[in-house]
């Protein structure tokens, strides 16, 4: 994955620029004045509110005091033949073939060391992983990430006096990456406690301690750089960013607040040469505690849901609805009997607040996943150009399916009826027929109207239209014929609508598509 870790590069860079930029700034720092300009009046000196204040000599008293509560932890998993590995942070991977001269002995020797390495008859190969962790309870309990130990056979813990205990699994989400373990020791351990991430300040000290590459109790500071961050890592994304080094190994370590509590749990970071350029990923507390709580409790986590496919309100889209500004998730479908079709949610409304609470697109998975099931919350939605205020019943997220029926396609039983250029946009349009269905494995009573071509570089192409995609709605209206698309066109137009909606269906799901609107699109 492109989010690994490792670091040293950063403070050689640093030096750098200060060695190739300090002649200029000196040059730079005694301009010389314009002819017959105003003398610049005197200004004050710039200072810092509690300049100095926040500014630590050395975080020794804090490092010391911490380190007893970050552990090691080390995993062993068996690998079979044709299996892949790839958990962990720092794993022994399958050796690579050296260049040797062709036709060598060595070359010989090495291909077939290889192959017997992957024939279906060779025994199974011990993987062994290094991660990192922290104890949050003197009984034991200890946190961190679930890539770190998922799947493994054997999970160990190394303390700081190098005690090593046996540890086992009690409960760990894919979905936020969190593990929580437990290890029984004749005496309390030393633990830490959460903080409050909400709090955190970009600009803010903060201490990540772990073991990169192995190297145990290793303590490295920076700020918080940003919050909020979404990384694509999975549908609740809301990292912090810090320039603390992150490496190797440091996966399931703390994040400190200089008031020595956990404020985030370090997970991955940014490497597009694989050593760390200082752009790090904590989930934070304020997410990850709830999560941890339940892992402890049942093992498992349960999460709120609603039923709905959303995304942003991009300002194309707003200018399309007639909003007047870009805020909210758009829903994109709506799931049958859930509890959003029971409260008889419709696609193409827009949710702009949760229990009176603003929200967006990125936010509304994470807020509604914290509710619990069964619970009554009031979402404020944008409707045709109305206000509503919708009481809903929140559910349980259903588990994720892995198995699909497989179903026979139905035959073909009448050709395609032409097809519509949609001018201006770069794409054509067709009926949807039973032909269109069967070569696109579309589901029998599909309805909509067919995207049949696409133009190279056009605003389709540019929005990721293709051949096979299917527009079930236009500005919110149904459309099953290329003269229903193009009527709600001509309309979207005699409103004098700089943008037009199109409610696009494809193999990943549905989508609003905007489009700015030409004059006389379609024929």
């Known amino acids: 994955m492109s989010f690994r870790a490792a670091a040293f590069s950063r403070s050689c860079l640093a030096m750098g620029l200060v060695t190739a930029l300090g002649g200029y700034a000196a040059r730079a720092a005694d301009p010389v004045p314009a002819p017959n300009a ?3 009046a005197a200004t004050a000196p710039l200072r810092l509110p509690g300049e100095g204040r926040n500014m630590p000599d050395s975080f020794a008293d804090l490092a010391a005091k911490l380190l007893p509560a970050v552990v090691n932890v080390s995993t062993t998993e068996m690998v079979r033949p044709g299996e892949d590995d790839d958990d962990g942070d720092d794993g022994d ?8 001269p062709e036709g060598s002995p060595f070359e010989k020797f090495f291909h077939d060391f290889m192959n017997r390495q992957d024939s279906p008859n060779a025994p199974p190969r011990k993987m062994q992983a290094l991660g990192s962790g922290f104890i949050i309870d003197p009984s034991g309990v200890i946190v961190t990430n679930n890539h770190v130990v ?3 056979d054997q999970i160990t813990i190394t ?3 190098n005690t090593v205990l046996k540890a086992r699994l009690l409960g760990h989400d894919d979905r936020t990456d969190l593990a929580v373990l437990k290890v029984d020791s004749p005496k309390p351990l030393p633990a830490v406690p959460f903080g409050d991430s909400d709090h955190a300040r970009v600009g803010d000290w903060v201490l990540a301690i772990g073991n990169p590459f192995g190297l145990s109790g290793t303590v490295t500071a920076g700020i918080v750089s ?7 890592q999975g549908p609740y994304d809301d990292f912090i960013q810090t320039d603390a080094p992150i490496n190797k190994g440091n996966s399931g370590g703390p994040l400190f607040n200089l008031h020595g509590e956990v404020i985030g749990i370090n997970t991955a970071i940014f ?3 694989g050593g760390s350029i200082g752009i790090g990923f904590s989930i934070p507390s304020a997410e990850a505690q709830g999560i941890i709580e339940q892992l402890r409790r049942h093992g498992r986590v349960t999460r709120g849901w609603i039923g709905v496919r959303i995304q942003d309100v991009t300002q194309e889209i707003a200018d399309g609805l007639g909003l007047t500004s870009p805020h909210g998730a758009l829903i994109a479908g ?3 009997k859930g509890p959003a079709a029971v409260a008889h949610l419709q696609t193409g409304d827009v949710i702009q607040s949760l229990n009176g609470k603003e929200i967006d697109g990125r936010a509304l998975p994470r807020l509604v996943a914290e509710l619990a099931g069964g619970s009554v919350a009031h979402l404020g939605i944008w409707r045709k150009g109305q206000q509503m205020n919708v009481a809903i019943t929140i559910g349980a997220l259903p588990e994720e399916k892995t198995d699909k029926a497989d179903g026979a396609n139905p035959p073909a039983k009448k050709p395609a009826q032409g097809s519509m250029a949609i001018t201006g946009m770069g794409f054509t349009v067709g009926d949807l027929d039973d032909i269109a269905r069967q070569k696109y494995n579309m589901a029998e009573g599909q309805k909509g109207v067919l995207v049949t071509g696409v133009t190279d570089d056009s605003p389709a192409a540019e929005r990721g239209l293709r051949p096979g995609d299917v527009v079930t709605e236009v500005q919110q209206s149904a459309v099953n014929t290329p003269a229903d698309l193009r009527r709600q066109l001509d309309t979207a137009r005699s409103q004098h609508r700089k943008t037009v909606l199109f409610l696009v269906q494809n193999s990943d799901g549905l989508r609003w598509v905007p489009f700015p609107l030409p004059d006389g699109a379609g024929h």
Do not use: M
Not at 93 to 100: G, I, M
Not at 226 to 232: A, K
């Open 271 to 273: 490497s597009p040469s």
């Open 334 to 336: 709506v799931e049958p």
């Open 159 to 161: 303390l700081q006096d």
């Open 93 to 100: 991977n399958t050796p690579q073939v050296p260049n040797f």
């Open 38 to 40: 105003a003398a610049p």
């Open 150 to 152: 998922r799947h493994a």
């Open 226 to 232: 940003s919050r909020g961050r979404n990384i694509e």
